[in-house]
């Protein structure tokens, strides 16, 4: 089974940085495009950025320009890299692979999507 796992989040004043990291576990064979989604308070969950199997990047409008996403694929981990924190940051932030395959046991290459992790919280507060 897959399990995402973030970490890096924390409290920092604004103007500030921060960088979440999400580690993937578990048996699998390709990654595909993952994303990094928030939630503030109140509000609904939006995409933040997004990183293709290629590395090409996409970027929310709020956080272009201060955001990078980055992936290693060795290490099986996708990175969020925030600069010139705004208190509008503040959120829930949460890892989801789009797209994985796998070999299951017969062995036959399987499909999964919409994998998330459990979420990192980031405050942005003086």
């Known amino acids: 089974q897959v399990q995402l796992v973030e970490s890096g989040g924390g409290t920092a004043e604004p103007g500030g940085s921060l960088r979440l990291s999400c580690a993937v576990s578990?048996?699998?064979?390709?990654?595909?495009?993952m994303s990094w989604y928030r939630q503030g308070p109140g509000k609904a969950r939006e995409l933040v950025a997004s990183?293709?199997?290629?590395?090409?990047?996409d970027y929310a409008d709020p956080v272009k320009g201060r955001f990078t996403n980055s992936r290693d694929d060795v290490k099986r981990s996708l990175y969020l890299q925030m600069n010139s924190l705004k208190p509008e940051d503040t959120a829930v932030y949460y890892c989801?692979?789009?797209?994985?395959?796998?070999?299951?046991?017969?062995?036959?290459?399987?499909?999964?999507?919409?994998?998330w992790g459990q979420g990192t919280q980031v405050t942005v507060s003086s």
């Open positions: 989801k692979i789009e797209k994985f395959t796998y070999w299951d046991s017969e062995p036959v290459l399987r499909t999964i999507t919409d994998t």
């Open positions: 578990g048996s699998l064979f390709r990654l595909y495009t």
């Open positions: 990183i293709s199997l290629g590395c090409d990047t």
